[in-house]
């Protein structure tokens, strides 16, 4: 055994072991010589980009949605709130495409809604591609039950994130919604000037006060930044940066008034239905007459802010809100053009006193219908009138001879006066004008008629000659050019008779037209918001008020950024004109007036001025003679007026049968004894302004 | 008797106690912040059980001295027996933990017999060379020396436990070339092992070749190549592995201060991934600092191996010394990117009580290759 033996000692193999053990101890030295330089190089050359690496990874900017401003009645009744609720979102960052598709299929999986499948998560990817950066919002108002089972599984779902964010709530449903109007995502706004600070997800006002005061309801959203372990649990805040909620917006609209409005309208329409199975729709508004400010409206059918709130609509929702007819999301108060039929008598009415061609006292015959042509019929043979009774009995043929005594330009001038022709510019998105067959109207109008009559005759001479050019020319004998040539002068001269013929009756203002016009059908076509500011101007004597719903804003801290201040401007025309066509008006209302019954319910002294209207629409959907529309406009009390109504109901068949019963529940509740809290910062309604005022008694 | 006590207090080597000490010292502070969050939700307080470990340890070092390792006759057959008996049972009545047969349940005791296996095959080892004093020129020669190397090692790739096998392999070879082994043969044996290794993973992701590799294991190869390939999942550890030391920087974050260890972005952080959160809190210089504590050690080792008796001591040392290397390599180029990823330890710092007792035992027999060096003693 040689094992120890001392010969170890100077042996050869202990020199060739000492040999191994200094190689082996180099192959050591190399190892640590490697280790040490890739530290140096991890630690001390690449520090700052693990460094931010490591910060990055493991800090989370948390966006804190902001409050909407929260719209009030002008009481102070809270019409639109929030609620916090969750939505489920994908942070795209920090994920790869291979692992999306394996997040998305895992979160399919765990919610197990049929609505949320991987095809509808990728597209709601594909629509913010261009913006991956910001979270993607991929359900809205997810229940708890949802957000506990997500939790429960967050590892395996890196880049789901479950965010409160405020959501709109409406605690009185469809009340107003028109006028609310709804939010929605964020779309083809995002690029628009003034949207900057949005972000995609956000929910923006789509209509109603929500869009045209959306930069004072949005509010400005806040920030969190915290650091998260791997499993994005946050484990602590770095930075905050509190959001600031919207401005608050309190209305000129009354709850109450609005409630009342909303009911009747519905109950009027049902029984109004019962007849007439076609109507359905209509609109309704109550202006102040001393402000201009919207004290309550309405229109049907009616929209639920709610069912948007962004939240992806139904089939059966899309169809209600935009594809049937009619379709629900048109504020029918502000966007849906109306002929007026009798409510625009008073217009005719003041063109012909201001044309000096009649005074009030002047005395025309009805007998049943006008002595010109078309010879429109009346409503009955009303005899010898005046101006008064002529608008107590709306009647047809009194104010077709005003029309042809006003003349179309003065009709026009008036209309003008009273904003018939412009968009009232209330406060609220979408406003349509009316039209108002001025003059200036036709100028326009028949010039670009007259263009495309002239474009299309030219283009047929045009074509006849190319066809002909070429046969003449090429004609075998002298005999057969002739020939062509008189077939080409007699079709020549068939299109310019045809040119002559069609400007002669699309281009031609006619005597007709003024009588149709008189009395508020042919071209005549307004908003009902038009028609209650130019009842307005008449009841408070002559101010014309832009009208208007939102009365202050407050700021997030309670203090007031905002106080409307009415707009307004004096109509041109002379004051006893307008005098003597309110009270024209307020015969109306009185017994044998076609609003009598509208007004037969009020305490003695209240009173008003009002005027019915039954028109033939002409429109897609009315037969002649037998749909109507019915309208109302009318203005009380009768001293002092306080407020001024419109409405209309789409194929309500009379005025006074169906908008008139909305008004008369209106101004029966208006005017009735109720417990008149406060509104004590309110100067007392002013008197119709002006020295020049002067009372005119009917005869 | 009881000089004998005092000439073998006298010939411990002291200097290697005070790198093992210090190391086993560092380890501590490290795994104290490593184990926090495993610390509260196991309630298990690590480094007192560690400690208590490393205490069993000294006690071993110190019993282990009463007796010269190169004068135990007969032993070597015993053990190599016992050896591959106890890898052999693994496989039978082994428990899984972390996907690999490794632990036998004794009563009360659960231990890994793959630690134990390491000392004995370096013992066994070191006889067996020792006994054919340099004759490891041919491949004739060679040969009887890797079928009694492999047979454990079959076994315990047979777990599957691919790291142990790793350690062996670097045993085997560490031992050979300090044995005197034909240098340019075991070179061959090395870089040829290394480039089948790679063709036949190249050929199997390339050609679909039959490779015998669980799923997990390719990908720890597969994302040491291009981490990339699936950054959150199996490349997930490779990425944050280098995030955690990088962001440590030239001084580190503080102890206890590491962002990344706090937050639990690396798994097995008190074991596999220790090194990671020294680098991050202690930053290049602590790193440093250990790494040289642990080559100093080393070359103490070796050092006491160039004054062994005996081949047979030599060959101990070396043995040791191979473990000790290729579980520092492996450990601390994992966490900084330059090996793939295993389950390997790093030596007196990890957390694992089988793994610091076996290392221990084999400081032990370093120093009792250092205390029985003159022949003439006893």
Redesign the interface.
Same mark, same amino acid.
């Given at each position: 055994m040689?094992? *120890?033996? !001392?010969l170890?000692?100077e042996s050869k193999? /202990?020199k060739?072991? /000492?040999k /191994? +053990? $200094? &190689?082996? *101890?180099a &192959?050591?030295?190399a $190892? #640590?010589f490697? &280790?040490?330089s /890739? +530290? #140096?190089w +991890? @630690?001390?050359m @690449?520090?700052e $980009? #693990? +460094?931010n =690496?490591? $910060?990055s990874?493991?800090t989370r900017w948390i966006t804190e949605k902001a409050s909407r401003g929260e719209i009030m009645d002008h009481r102070g009744n809270v019409l639109v709130s929030n609620r916090p609720v969750y939505n489920l979102t994908l942070n795209y960052l920090g994920l =790869?495409d291979q692992?999306i598709t394996q997040v998305v299929e895992g979160l399919v999986s765990v919610l197990g809604d049929p609505d949320i499948t991987v095809e509808a998560v990728q597209d709601s990817i594909d629509a913010q591609a261009s913006r991956l950066y910001e979270p993607i919002v991929i359900k809205r108002d997810i229940p708890l039950e949802t957000v506990i089972r997500l939790e429960e599984r967050r590892w395996q779902l !890196?880049g789901i994130l479950i965010e409160t964010s405020p959501q709109r709530y409406y605690p009185y449903g469809g009340l107003m919604g028109h006028i609310l109007g709804y939010v929605h995502p964020i779309k083809e706004e995002i690029d628009q000037a003034g949207y900057e600070n949005h972000g995609l997800g956000d929910l923006v006002g789509k209509t109603g006060i929500e869009k045209s005061y959306e930069f004072d309801l949005k509010g400005t959203n806040g920030y969190r930044e915290v650091?998260?372990?791997?499993?994005n649990h946050p &484990?602590q805040e770095v930075s905050n940066l509190p959001s600031v909620s919207g401005n608050s917006l309190q209305l000129t609209v009354d709850l109450e008034l609005q409630k009342v409005l909303e009911e009747n309208f519905d109950s009027v329409l049902a029984a109004v239905a019962e007849n007439y199975p076609k109507a359905q729709a209509g609109a309704a508004i109550v202006l102040d007459v001393n402000t201009g400010g919207v004290l309550a409206s309405v229109s049907r059918p009616i929209m639920y802010p709610g069912d948007f709130n962004g939240n992806p609509l139904t089939q059966a929702q899309a169809d209600y809100y935009f594809n049937q007819q009619p379709a629900a999301l048109y504020n029918r108060a502000i966007q849906g053009s109306y002929v007026p039929g009798s409510t625009f008598k008073p217009i005719t009415g003041m063109a012909a006193l201001a044309s000096g061609n009649i005074t009030p006292e002047t005395r025309i015959t009805c007998t049943g219908s006008y002595w010109f042509k078309p010879y429109i019929k009346c409503t009955g043979v009303h005899g010898s009138l005046n101006y008064y009774q002529a608008m107590a009995k709306s009647c047809n043929v009194y104010f077709q001879e005003a029309a042809r005594r006003a003349g179309i330009g003065m009709i026009g001038k008036i209309g003008h006066e009273f904003n018939m022709d412009a968009k009232t510019g209330l406060d609220l998105p979408f406003e349509g004008a009316g039209l108002l067959p001025s003059l200036n109207w036709q100028t326009i109008e028949f010039g670009r008629r007259s263009d495309v009559i002239n474009k299309d005759i030219d283009k047929q001479l045009a074509d006849l000659a190319a066809t002909y050019q070429p046969l003449i020319s090429q004609a075998a004998t002298e005999q057969e050019k002739k020939s062509l040539e008189r077939e080409l002068r007699s079709k020549v001269n068939t299109l310019e008779a045809r040119r002559r013929e069609r400007l002669n009756a699309d281009t031609i203002w006619r005597e007709a037209d003024t009588f149709n016009t008189g009395i508020g059908q042919g071209y005549n076509q307004y908003t009902i918001i038009e028609l209650a500011a130019y009842t307005a101007t008449i009841a408070n004597g002559g101010t014309y008020y832009t009208p208007y719903v939102v009365d202050k804003i407050y700021n997030p801290d309670g203090s007031l950024k905002y106080q409307h201040e009415p707009e307004s401007r004096k109509v041109d025309v002379e004051q006893w004109i307008l005098d003597v066509t309110k009270e024209a008006l307020t015969t109306v209302t009185r017994p044998g007036g076609t609003a009598y019954s509208a007004f037969a319910g009020l305490a003695p002294g209240i009173g008003g001025g009002a005027k019915t209207g039954t028109a033939q629409p002409g429109r897609v959907g009315y037969s002649k003679n037998k749909d109507f529309d019915g309208l109302f406009i009318c203005f009380a009390p009768a001293e002092n007026p306080q407020i001024a109504f419109a409405c209309v109901m789409e194929h309500g068949h009379s005025g006074s049968g169906s908008a008139g019963r909305v008004a008369k529940a209106v101004l029966e509740y208006y005017f009735s004894e109720k417990p008149q809290e406060e509104l004590p910062e309110e100067p007392a309604a002013q008197p119709g302004e002006g020295p020049g005022e002067q009372q005119v008694n009917a005869e | 008797m009881q000089s004998k006590i005092k000439t073998i207090i006298k010939n411990i080597d002291y200097t290697l106690l005070v790198f093992l000490l210090l190391i086993l010292c560092a380890g501590f502070v490290v795994l104290d912040s490593a184990s926090v969050a495993a610390s509260v939700r196991y309630g298990i307080n690590y480094v007192l059980l560690q400690a208590t470990a490393a205490a069993m340890g000294f006690v071993l070092i110190f019993c282990l001295q009463v007796m010269d390792l190169s004068r135990l006759l007969n032993i070597e057959r015993t053990l190599y027996i016992l050896m591959n008996l106890m890898l052999l049972a693994v496989l039978f009545f082994g428990v899984s933990a972390k996907g690999t047969q490794g632990w036998i349940e004794l009563g009360p005791l659960r231990f890994q017999p793959a630690e134990p296996a390491k000392i004995m095959l370096i013992f066994c080892m070191a006889k067996y060379l020792a006994a054919k004093k340099g004759q490891l020129k041919t491949w004739g020669q060679m040969l009887p020396a890797f079928i009694y190397g492999g047979v454990p090692l079959l076994l315990v790739l047979a777990q599957p436990d691919l790291g142990t096998a790793l350690v062996f392999v670097a045993i085997l070879f560490g031992m050979l070339l300090a044995a005197g082994g034909s240098l340019w043969k075991l070179g061959l044996l090395f870089g040829g092992g290394l480039g089948a290794v790679i063709l036949w993973i190249y050929g199997h992701l390339n050609w679909g070749w039959w490779l015998p590799l669980q799923e997990y294991q390719l990908m720890r190869l597969v994302v040491f190549i291009n981490p990339e390939y699936d950054p959150r999942n199996w490349g997930w550890n490779v990425i944050q592995a280098q995030i955690t030391v990088g962001s440590g920087g030239l001084w580190g974050q503080g102890w206890g201060q590491g962002s990344q260890t706090a937050s639990g972005y690396l798994p097995e952080q008190w074991t596999d991934f220790i090194f990671c959160v020294l680098g991050e809190e202690f930053g290049f210089v602590g790193c440093f600092v250990v790494l040289v504590l642990f080559f100093a050690l080393l070359l103490r080792c070796l050092t006491i191996a160039g004054r062994s008796k005996d081949l047979f001591g030599a060959l101990l040392v070396s043995g040791v010394v191979s473990l000790l290397v290729f579980h520092i390599l492996q450990n601390v180029g994992m966490a900084v990117g330059i090996m793939p990823i295993t389950g390997i330890p790093l030596p007196f710092v990890s957390y694992g009580r089988s793994a610091l007792l076996a290392n221990m035992i084999a400081m032990g027999m370093v120093i009792n290759v250092g205390v029985y060096k003159d022949p003439l003693m006893f």
């Open positions: 040689s094992i *120890g033996s !001392p170890w000692e193999e /202990r060739q072991t /000492r /191994r +053990l $200094i &190689l082996y *101890g &192959l050591v030295t $190892i #640590f490697v &280790l040490v /890739r +530290l #140096f +991890l @630690q001390v @690449q520090e $980009i #693990f +460094l =690496k490591a $910060i990874q493991s =790869k692992d !890196p650091t998260v372990n791997a499993r &484990l | -």
